[in-house]
């Protein structure tokens, strides 16, 4: 199937994504530009943190999933377009981890003012190449109803 519009959608669907393999220059990149703390930034002075070694910023994280996602993971038609939601993570994401988002559908809330769009609640694991967990998101994703012909 192509895009899924709410219409498509069901509780306990599930979709994943293809992987990505998360390197050491992107990490020390994203955070000297978004979060420039050291435990991101200095091999030697992340082994003193409580990470023990450079970890990726949890934002580098959530951000890594979302292309995830829009790239092969959650193929909603009108994109990912979020309406809000909860981010949590469990453990760090390292350089050489190879993630991937696996995602399931929890709620579907078609929209009572707005009758071309509803609201689907999609929480998103996203998981390294251990099987460990890194991130899980839950999201309110406004998605648009198939339109009629």
Excluded: C
């Excluded at 530009?33 to 990470?51: C, G, I, R, Y």
């Excluded at 829009?70 to 994109?79: D, T, Y």
Aim: glycine share 10%; net charge negative; charged share 20%.
């Amino acid at each position: 199937m192509g895009k899924y519009y709410l219409d498509d959608l069901s509780v306990g669907q599930r979709f994943t994504s293809q992987a990505l393999t998360v390197g050491e220059a992107d990490i020390k990149a994203f955070a000297a530009q978004f979060d420039p703390q050291p435990f991101h930034l200095d091999d030697e002075a992340a082994k003193s943190t409580l990470f023990g070694g450079l970890a990726a910023s949890g934002w580098h994280t959530a951000a890594m999933t979302v292309r995830m996602l829009v790239e092969s993971g959650a193929p909603l038609a009108g994109g990912i377009i979020g309406g809000g939601g909860e981010i949590a993570w469990p453990k760090p994401t390292r350089p050489g981890d190879v993630l991937h988002v696996e995602s399931e559908v929890v709620e579907i809330l078609p929209s009572k003012s707005k009758p071309d769009r509803g609201m689907a609640l999609l929480r998103s694991e996203t998981i390294n190449q251990n099987g460990d967990t890194v991130q899980v998101m839950t999201m309110k994703l406004v998605v648009p109803r198939r339109p009629s012909l």
